[in-house]
């Protein structure tokens, strides 16, 4: 039996072998793989009480090569040989652990990837593959003014994948996959003349980082009308993020919008995967405090494809929203266009308002993905660097790069969820 140690980073040490003294003698066109397991767990830990996952043989073990393919797995990473064969080539190694849920309490997610790496005849090379909490920690704590004059009172958090109800009796932690958060308190209020009235607050988290902790304080003043949420990170490096909520929030209308009020953040459109038909998609971004419907939405490629959005579908603040070719180019939610093509060598992809009648709206976003300093994808998607998502800089192609995650179809993408940063 394997011996592990627990120090709190989850480390698997994978080594590279050739052939030994022992071995019979190796193919020159093969490398051959053996991977010996550690367990060192040093996560961010909360008050001493997140959960560690001690029983690393239960972790997923894959190897994928350059394109993204996955050439082996082991549900079970004691499953695996004490040698494993592979093609001389670039390959990479992932792990993780066998509880990957969109919301869920008490349910820290551990996963890490290895740097790409190179199998070459005869060789011995080691890659290390971190593995960390990838998920997000969410609490909720209320006020004395909540507690004190609320009959009842809980907030939901929610993101495109699932949500949790979080009671005022709720102590547990909340652990989300990465993806912007939507915060919605209901707070149940008795009045003078003791008819219950219902407040509601609302607010986001547009960026949750994984491996991170975030302690939601809810307050109101039933007397003086004040509400607001704080948000707090619970590194003292990082600063505190304050969120002041109005009780009406209005939901913005195409014909509303300002040029910049949305903005395309990612654009896949060259998949490896799937068929150019298929797997074509890019990705809205809501740059307003407001939700948007994007009913009646135009879009335009080299102004003389169109599309105008036909469903009322709502995009909340400082969210993103995929609009694709086909039902199969991303697993999630999404408005499928259909008509749209997305040229290979570039093209000047638009938004436009409505107007009267879907022909003369107004410009709100345009990109010439094809223009200087654009890369080129193939299997990838082209993405907007996280840290450059207003009007401004989301037009220059400096601030786009290749993503390198990858997402359900087998290519590399985020789609309807935070960009990879660029290393440019």
Not at 113 to 141: G, R
Not at 189 to 197: D, F, M, P
Not at 407 to 420: E, H, I, K, S, Y
């Amino acid at each position: 039996m394997k011996s592990y140690k627990i120090y709190g980073l989850l480390l698997l040490l994978v080594s590279l072998f050739g052939c030994s003294k022992s071995e019979p003698e190796h193919d020159s066109l093969k490398g051959y793989l053996s991977v010996n397991l550690g367990l060192y767990i040093d996560v961010n830990n909360v008050n001493g009480q997140l959960k560690a996952v001690e029983d690393i043989e239960a972790f997923n073990i894959s190897v994928y090569n350059s394109t993204g393919t996955q050439i082996l797995n082991f549900e079970n990473a004691s499953e695996m040989p004490d040698e494993i064969e592979l093609e001389v080539g670039q390959y990479y190694i992932t792990a993780h652990s066998e509880n990957d849920l969109p919301a869920e309490f008490d349910n820290p997610y551990y996963f890490g990837q290895s740097d790409l790496f190179s199998i070459s005849a005869n060789s011995l090379q080691t890659v290390v593959v971190n593995c960390e909490l990838a998920n997000t920690i969410v609490t909720i704590s209320y006020s004395d003014n909540i507690k004190n004059s609320c009959t009842d009172y809980f907030t939901t958090v929610s993101s495109i994948a699932g949500f949790l109800n979080i009671t005022k009796e709720e102590t547990r932690k909340a652990y989300f996959r990465t993806l912007p958060l939507t915060l919605r308190a209901e707070l149940i209020w008795q009045k003078a003349n003791g008819t219950l009235e219902t407040k509601i607050l609302t607010g986001t988290i547009s960026n949750p980082l994984p491996n991170k902790h975030y302690e939601i304080n809810v307050d109101a003043n039933f007397n003086e009308g004040m509400a607001l949420i704080q948000i707090n990170l619970d590194e003292s490096t990082l600063t505190t993020e304050t969120v002041d909520l109005s009780e009406n929030t209005n939901t913005l209308n195409i014909n509303d919008l300002n040029y910049g009020d949305l903005l395309i953040a990612e654009i896949m459109y060259n998949p490896s995967a799937l068929s150019d038909t298929e797997g074509e998609w890019f990705e809205i971004y809501n740059y307003t405090n407001s939700t948007i419907n994007i009913r009646n939405l135009v879009i335009t490629e080299n102004t003389t494809n169109i599309h105008i959005v036909s469903n009322d579908i709502l995009v909340q603040p400082s969210s993103y929203y995929v609009l694709a070719r086909s039902e199969n180019a991303f697993a999630g939610d999404k408005y499928v266009y259909g008509s749209i093509n997305l040229v290979n060598t570039g093209a000047v992809l638009s938004l436009k308002t409505f107007g009267v009648n879907g022909t003369d709206g107004n410009e709100i976003f345009t990109i010439n993905y094809g223009g200087e300093g654009f890369p080129a994808g193939t299997g990838a998607s082209l993405c907007l660097d996280p840290g450059s998502l207003n009007p401004v800089n989301a037009v220059s192609g400096n601030n786009w790069c290749i993503s390198g995650s990858l997402f359900n179809t087998g290519d590399l993408g985020t789609p309807a969820a935070r960009n990879d940063y660029c290393q440019n």
